[in-house]
């Protein structure tokens, strides 16, 4: 597994990053990173190479980025059994997923959906909180996974399903 973190997350987590060739690599198991903050709790989007599929880690602490490795991997399960993908597909997909290996950014185009991710999370939180509702981070996980994608011409999740299901056969 690869994970792409941005300056800003490779400082936080104290790592010096160089950048990747993944060019021999599988795209489907390598993800972008990126830092921000939802008020004052630090957050975490993760995103997938090839399908855009995403994620958002909240309410992170200093030790958290110790096992950053581990709270990446039980995300992805969680939010792959969130939009009830086939669970024999997800075990083959986390088996083949390796230990994780940080390199630097290397494509601004997934920088910026993730960005744009990022503000539409923003815009969603506190719609709700005008209107003094609230959301599961599930469910905004999942919501930010159902919005269409003009350069890939589809949803999110529909592509990492497609490409599990492409990758792992029954």
């Known amino acids: 597994m690869y994970i792409q973190l941005t300056k800003k997350l ?3 987590m104290k790592i010096k990053v160089e950048k990747p060739d993944l060019s021999n690599e599988n795209q489907l198991f390598c993800w972008y990173a990126n830092i921000f903050k939802i008020g004052r709790k630090k957050c975490v989007i993760v995103m997938n190479n090839v399908t855009r599929y995403c994620f958002i880690i909240y309410g992170l602490l200093k030790k958290d ?4 490795e581990e709270l990446i991997r039980e ?8 939009n009830e993908f086939d669970i ?8 083949q997923l390796g230990d994780a290996q940080y390199t630097a950014t290397s494509d601004r185009s997934i920088i910026s959906q993730m960005n744009d991710m990022i503000y539409q999370a923003e815009h969603i939180i506190h719609y709700l909180a005008e209107e003094g509702e609230t959301i599961s981070l599930l469910q905004l996980n999942l919501d930010l996974n159902e919005t269409p994608l003009v350069k890939l011409n589809s949803y999110p999740y529909k592509l990492m399903r497609d490409a599990l299901d492409e990758s792992f056969i029954k």
């Not at 980025?65 to 950053?68: A, I, M, P, Q, R």
């Not at 597909?89 to 088996?95: H, N």
């Open 10 to 12: 490779s400082d936080e």
């Open 65 to 68: 980025f110790t096992n950053f």
């Open 75 to 82: 995300n992805i399960v969680g939010n792959f059994l969130g």
């Open 88 to 95: 024999e597909k997800i075990d083959s997909y986390m088996e």
